[in-house]
C-alpha cells in the first residue's frame, strides 16, 4: 500500500474523481457531450479506463489492518470484495458508451446512471487522508491544503 506506484495511482484517481465531480453533472444537466471535441473525449476516455484497471489493481493492493500489512491474495480479494467492489463496479461502466438507439426511456436511464460515479466523492476523502499521511514535506502538506480548499470552493460553485 505504500509503494511509489500505489501513490501515484491514487493521485491520478484523485485527479478524475474530481474532473468528474464536475463533468458528470455538467453533461447530465446542461446536454453538453464529453465526446464531442477530441480532446475532451480522450481525456474522459482515459479516466473511464482508469477506473475499469483500478478494479483490477484494487484486487491486487495489500492492505493496512491492525497496523499489519496484509499481503495475502485471498484476503485481499475478500477486503475489496465487501468493501467498495459493487461501487466501483458500477460506477467503472462507461455507460456514455453505449447507445440507447431512439428509445428515449432508455436513453434518459443511461443518463442517470451516471450519477453513480459521484458516489466516489464518498471515496475521496479517504484517499486524500492516505496521501496526506504518506508526504512527508511539511510545505507539500500546507500546498496540498491549499489546494484541497480551492477544489472545494470550486466544487461549491459549481453544484450551487
Not at 475532451?40 to 489493481?57: G, K, L, N, R, S
Not at 499521511?133 to 480548499?149: F, H, N, P, Q, Y
Request: aromatic share 16%.
Amino acid at each position: 500500500p505504500d509503494s511509489h506506484f500505489r501513490f501515484v495511482w491514487d493521485m491520478f484517481g484523485i485527479v478524475a474523481i474530481v474532473y468528474q465531480a464536475f463533468v458528470v453533472p455538467l453533461t447530465l444537466f446542461f446536454d453538453v457531450s464529453t465526446r464531442s471535441g477530441w480532446f475532451a473525449a480522450v481525456i474522459t476516455t482515459v479516466v473511464d479506463v482508469y477506473f475499469i484497471f483500478d478494479i483490477i489493481v484494487s484486487f491486487r493492493s495489500a492492505f493496512v489492518s491492525k497496523s499489519v500489512v496484509v499481503l495475502n491474495p485471498h484476503r485481499i480479494f475478500m477486503h475489496y470484495l465487501k468493501g467498495w467492489f459493487v461501487l466501483d463496479c458500477v460506477a467503472s461502466i462507461p455507460w456514455d458508451w453505449m447507445d440507447a438507439g431512439t428509445n428515449l426511456q432508455a436513453f434518459r436511464a443511461l443518463r442517470l446512471f451516471r450519477l453513480v460515479r459521484l458516489l466516489r466523492l464518498a471515496r475521496l476523502r479517504a484517499m486524500v487522508r492516505k496521501m496526506e499521511d504518506r508526504i512527508d514535506s511539511e510545505i507539500t502538506v500546507l500546498c496540498l491544503a491549499l489546494v484541497k480548499l480551492m477544489v472545494a470552493l470550486l466544487m461549491a460553485a459549481h453544484w450551487v
